[in-house]
Structures are given as structure tokens and as C-alpha cells.
């Protein structure tokens, strides 16, 4: 089973040569990382499994995201995979909290995607939106707005979100192949 790390722990494990990854979206990795972090979006980890076990076997793994739910989730991808790594609990947040430093890369040259929270805080919103507004002509649209907020409540308590995983589908939040490859030989590195 792959640990948790607090930042101590990770700082402690980037000085002996630990490489760090980052499972966010590229637009989220460049508004701010842990120093010298590698960006794998969390849809990529599957593909590039090869490569995360070699860095894993010569410098160690630790894996971060925003807030520990993404990095968790690819930890567990990972251990499925037997590759050792650790998640940063609470992320680059719980990172700068405790007074370390981020570096910031220049967005992506493509289109202007959305984080990820903001694109499940649109659609939830225009589909309650819409189950609202549909309901007073047809009462059962409502149950689409029922849906919707039982999917939060149910987000919010487990800390996984079904409907980013299912928007993380979407072409235009999947990483282009030129950046697998740039990706690729970040890690191999």
C-alpha cells in the first residue's frame, strides 16, 4: 500500500531525489506546483505506466494534485500496478500552507480549458438550472436537479466526484499526444 506524505515528508523525499508528480490538469500545473514537478494528468497514468514504474524503481514516486483526492486515486492506480509511491494529504495546497514554495509555468499553447472544479461547478450548476426551470412545466425534471445535488452530497463525503471523471473524458480536457511525449521523457530523465 503506497503512504500518505505530509509536506515534511515530501520535501524530505525531493531532497534525496524523489520524483514528484503532478496528476492535475496542465492549466492547474502551471498556476502553481511543487518545485520540479513532472505534470501526468490523472486520465494518463494508465498510459504511461512504464515509464512511472522505471522512475519509481531509480528515484522514488511521490504524487500530488490540488487537494490529495486526484493523487490518492492514482496511488491506488499505481499500487494496482505495483509501483511504490506516496500522495501529498491536502496537495499543493496543504504544500504552500505550510510556507513552501510553488513554481509557476507558462499555460499550456492551447485552448482555454477550465479547472476541473470549475467545469463540475458549471455543469451542475446549468443542469439544476435546468431541472428548475423545466420542472414548472414538467414536475418530474426536477428529479434531474435531486439527481444532481445527491451526486454533491455524495462527492462531498467521499471525496471522489463522478461527474469530473466523466468530464475528464471529454477530448478537450485529454492531454495531446505530443504532451505524453514530452511527459514521457520528463520521466525518464
Not at 62 to 72: D, K
Not at 103 to 126: C, H, I, K, L, Y
Request: proline fraction near 6%; include cysteine.
Amino acid at each position: 500500500m503506497n503512504a500518505p506524505l505530509d509536506p515534511a515528508q515530501l520535501e524530505s523525499r525531493i531532497a534525496d531525489g524523489a520524483l514528484v508528480v503532478d496528476v492535475r490538469s496542465a492549466d492547474e500545473y502551471a498556476q502553481g506546483h511543487v518545485p520540479g514537478a513532472v505534470n501526468v494528468p490523472l486520465d494518463s497514468v494508465a498510459h504511461l505506466l512504464p515509464e512511472l514504474r522505471e522512475a519509481a524503481e531509480r528515484r522514488g514516486l511521490a504524487v500530488v494534485c490540488a487537494s490529495g483526492v486526484r493523487s490518492r486515486t492514482a496511488c491506488e492506480q499505481l499500487d494496482r500496478a505495483g509501483v511504490a509511491a506516496g500522495a501529498l494529504e491536502g496537495g499543493t495546497a496543504a504544500w504552500q500552507a505550510a510556507g513552501l514554495p510553488v513554481e509557476r509555468s507558462e499555460r499550456p499553447a492551447r485552448r482555454g480549458v477550465w479547472a476541473m472544479d470549475r467545469q463540475v461547478r458549471f455543469t451542475a450548476g446549468a443542469l439544476v438550472l435546468t431541472g428548475l426551470t423545466l420542472g414548472g412545466r414538467m414536475p418530474r425534471a426536477r428529479l434531474l436537479s435531486a439527481g444532481i445535488a445527491a451526486g454533491l452530497v455524495y462527492s462531498g463525503v467521499s471525496g471522489s466526484c463522478g461527474m469530473a471523471a466523466a468530464l475528464a473524458k471529454l477530448p478537450h480536457n485529454r492531454p495531446r499526444p505530443q504532451n505524453l511525449d514530452a511527459t514521457r521523457a520528463a520521466l525518464r530523465a
